[in-house]
């Protein structure tokens, strides 16, 4: 699964993007919508939640993300602590759909990398 979350303005009017693809890489879904104003942190994180109860209900056992958010991805792996008040429900409605998969990896991939969902995420974004 490939995310992002976009805003414009931080905080301002935001939106994700994903990209699910199965074991031979073949696109089987996609987000793409507005989730209203937030921060570009909040947005990356939505993008994580959404896609991957959009897995989760397509019956996949085993998770890998890839986001270009340096910060949502060292929080979710332990690396970073949760400060923010904000990011922290959304922090932990990761840590509860991780639970409910057999394996989840999410890994920092630069944003040249990610330019799938980071269209989908500005393609919602344009159509406001």
Do not use: W
Request: proline residues 2%.
């Amino acid at each position: 699964i490939y995310t992002d979350g976009a805003s414009r303005g931080n905080p301002g009017l935001a939106a994700i993007g994903a990209a699910i693809k199965d074991e031979q890489g073949r696109l089987v879904a996609h987000i793409s919508q507005c989730i209203g104003r937030t921060t570009n942190n909040q947005a990356e994180y939505s993008a994580v939640i959404t896609a991957l109860e959009e897995a989760i209900r397509l019956g996949a056992k085993q998770v890998d993300i890839c986001s270009d958010s340096q910060l949502v991805v060292r929080q979710i792996n332990g690396q970073y602590r949760v400060r923010k008040a904000a990011l922290k429900p959304l922090y932990y409605r990761v840590k509860q759909l991780q639970s409910l998969l057999q394996d989840f990896t999410i890994t920092h991939i630069p944003r040249q990398q990610n330019t799938e969902a980071d269209n989908l995420a500005n393609m919602a974004l344009n159509r406001v």
